[in-house]
């Protein structure tokens, strides 16, 4: 499986996404820059953290307007996983391909800590490696990680199933019903706050994020070897 981990100006979490895919699912993972024209070459796309574009206007506002994002669009409406991680996730928002918006934290301070997450949805590509209700521990590090929908908004992502992750206990940005992580209607565009990609090895303080790209690979797979 090849994945595409896009690289916008003030990424900084580009090697951590390339880390994880290369080193601890040795599969091939290559860096593509934000002005790049195609991603058919790629079978999964990866949006990482970090501030594009310094964050003017605000988060994720900017990158959406980037060459790749056209292709990333392409991407997900042809059903490959697309996964957005902290700003990743704020560029997969401001483009449409998921619903609602992020707020600044409602302490409105910068947030860098270990959370617990609860898994409410293991029925993904994404978290079919997890228990439902499973308690995972995955790192946070954001300003602005508080989610808002409207109601209608809201109410459509609880009847679709399509909130995967919310913090477990603590909330620590005020996310709207303790949302942490919400996919798309379709089932292939993740979109969430805590970064999976930093806790894929017990040296880096646990490995819980792990079981997330081990479970693309694999329900990517059996998606392949059915149709092949």
Not at 6 to 34: Q, R, T
Not at 108 to 113: A, D, G, H, R
Request: aromatic share 10%; glycine share 10%; net charge negative.
């Amino acid at each position: 499986m090849k994945f595409a981990v896009i690289v916008f100006p003030g990424s900084n979490c580009d090697i951590d996404m390339y880390h994880a895919v290369k080193d601890e699912l040795c599969e091939e993972a290559e860096y593509v820059w934000h002005d790049a024209e195609s991603l058919e070459d790629y079978d999964a796309v990866l949006l990482p953290g970090g501030f594009s574009y310094g964050d003017y206007l605000r988060s994720g506002a900017i990158a959406q307007f980037s060459n790749v994002m056209k292709e990333v669009v392409k991407a997900a409406e042809a059903g490959k996983p697309v996964l957005g991680v902290c700003n990743g996730f704020q560029i997969l928002l401001e483009a449409g391909l998921l619903p609602g918006a992020m707020r600044r934290n409602d302490s409105l301070k910068f947030i860098c800590k270990q959370v617990e997450l609860k898994v409410e949805n293991n029925e993904t590509m994404f978290s079919a490696g997890y228990e439902k209700g499973e308690i995972i521990t995955i790192p946070v590090a954001h300003g602005e990680g508080n989610y808002y929908c409207d109601e209608e908004t809201l109410g459509r992502l609880k009847s679709n199933n399509q909130i995967v992750f919310t913090y477990n206990g603590e909330n620590p940005n005020g996310s709207l019903e303790n949302i942490a992580g919400i996919i798309n209607e379709r089932g292939n565009v993740l979109g969430m706050m805590p970064h999976p990609e930093r806790a894929v090895d017990e040296l880096l303080g646990g490995a819980d994020g792990l079981k997330l790209f081990k479970s693309i690979v694999k329900q990517w797979r059996e998606a392949y070897a059915l149709n092949a």
